[in-house]
């Protein structure tokens, strides 16, 4: 029995992630909600994480493998101080407790792979031109702040044997499918997404700010290659710097134009606004993510690759 | 009026720190227990940073100034990991929290200086020759994970202007007055302390273990030099790396023989224990902690002077 459970199901990437993971006969799917085209309808449940008798609940099931996606983004992190701390912070601690108690309630054998979303915005400035794997955490959102001390609780709770996890600091997803969320990063999806579906896109920071960005596609991957990995080889340091792709805003926009012309980038609007400015200046621009790649994750090698993925999987014209 | 409230207050370092703020009039101490020398004996409220309801009434004063100085040192952290998170870490949660409702019910106005001891457990191996200010927070104990993630949490809240937080990563104390403690560092005072007394030591690694030390005496300069800054000038990053004498066990040794004879060093008895060198081992070496200087923090200059500090404020016989 190979059972797998994905906190955050219903989210764009744990759905992905479970159709990828179609065949698993014992996939179980835990969120506040879900999309109506999602897989597996029977192993659906739907609840909260802020609830420690419902996570307690989940971890009696004693899944094998647990996919923890579920987060309040980073500008409703900012916005809802205590929200966030709860969802982002407080929910991973009850969740490693609950299953600490599995583990000793077993004897010591149950002892999950939990892999973990958590993100760049673990960084703040000022940042050296690379970020190498051995750059400090010193985030300056309540998300960055959040996901950093998750990953902390994780490698002890680890490092003790009462699981087995690994933190992944995504990169910004990007082409995100479907509507604009409330994450700060929303936009870099935005304007790619809506000019190829023939809407306009506001671009709420100027064009020369420099991100880090992978597909969906390389993130569900990313997920999966963690699932499988050797944790041996992290020696001690559970939280990884993943590989993705260096790009200005500017750069994005021209790939845009490659791949849908001067018609597409026309739909992009320039409307600054300081509060996504604010939070996004202190982001990280580039990596060197040896680490990771040594360890086999990958991901695209161009932005423009990047919008061929969406193209292909998630644009509405391109599906049946 | 500056109030002044020491959480472990009965502590060594607290103790120190009451008696050089004696001229303090509204200095609180907290603990689980004080010593009968204490100073201020109205001032002392004995309790547990376990209980909500007792930070919310320290909270509920006001003070302008907290020294967080309370927790569960390494050795018993890593032994007793439910009390470890508990009280390095929830302990750090349940206090921010109380300060923020504070913050918010004085509309504002009400925004504590908190000076908090961490440590240079927040760091973990493969280290570089000299450990530097950008250097990654890797723990390998429970009691650094925790620490680490107390930092981030008091990063937060300030940041997000509801109190005005410093986290000093204090090199291993030294020489430690009084009896050894449960940290797995305890063994660098008592291989000065107890020769110096006219007893036998046990040094229970090799001595080529090198680490990084200051006196006491350092450390409570570094706690008020601390409530006295311009926290603008840490620039949102404020866990600081302390300066610090580096030396190996066998420099150590070599001072105490200047300063007491070949006679002290003959009462060091070596008795290797493997769980204390396991902890050590993962422990950094040195430091290059460029901001702290920077911002005006000071310690020794060489082991000599740390063991003359003793000689001089707490070796029994020196004492009237």
Redesign the interface.
């Known amino acids: 029995m190979t059972g797998t459970l994905i906190l955050g199901g219903g989210g764009m990437i744990g759905q992905k992630l479970a159709h990828r993971l179609g065949g698993d006969a014992d996939l179980k799917l835990f969120d506040i909600g879900f999309p109506p085209d999602s897989p597996a309808m029977t192993n659906q449940t739907i609840g909260s994480l802020t609830n420690p008798a419902q996570i307690a609940r989940l971890a009696a099931t004693r899944p094998d493998v647990i996919y923890h996606l579920a987060a309040i983004v980073s500008g409703e992190a900012e916005q809802d ?1 205590e929200k966030g701390w709860d969802i982002n912070m407080m929910s991973m601690w009850h969740l490693l407790e609950a299953l600490r108690q599995e583990h000793v309630a077993s004897g010591g054998d149950y002892r999950p792979r939990i892999v973990f979303t958590s993100s760049i915005a673990v960084f ?1 400035g000022p940042y ?1 031109e690379q970020i190498e ?8 959102t ?1 998300y960055g ?2 996901k ?2 998750a990953e ?2 994780l ?2 709770f680890s ?2 044997g009462f699981v087995d996890g690994v933190s992944l600091r995504l990169p910004t997803i990007c082409v995100r499918p479907g509507k604009p969320n409330k994450a700060a990063s929303s936009f870099f999806s935005g304007i790619i997404r809506e000019p190829l579906n023939g809407q306009e896109a506001i671009l709420p920071v100027p064009d020369t700010v420099r991100h880090w960005h992978a597909s969906p596609r390389a993130a569900v991957g990313f997920l999966i290659h963690a699932a499988g990995l050797d944790t041996a080889r992290l020696e ?2 559970r ?1 990884l710097n993943l590989p993705g792709i260096s790009c200005t805003v500017a750069d994005q926009i021209e790939a845009l134009r490659r791949a849908a012309g001067q018609e597409a980038v026309d739909r992009v609007k320039v409307q600054l606004d300081p509060d996504i400015m604010k939070i996004v200046e202190g982001w990280p621009r580039d990596f060197d993510p040896a680490r990771a790649l040594s360890l086999g994750f990958t991901a695209e090698q161009s932005f423009d690759e990047i919008i061929s993925v969406y193209m292909e999987e998630d644009m509405p014209s391109g599906r049946d």
Chains 1, 2 share one sequence.
Do not use: E
């Open positions: 101080f703040g050296p794997d051995v750059f400090l955490s010193a985030p300056q309540s702040a959040q950093a001390t902390l609780m490698a002890d490092r003790k001690g340091r939280a």
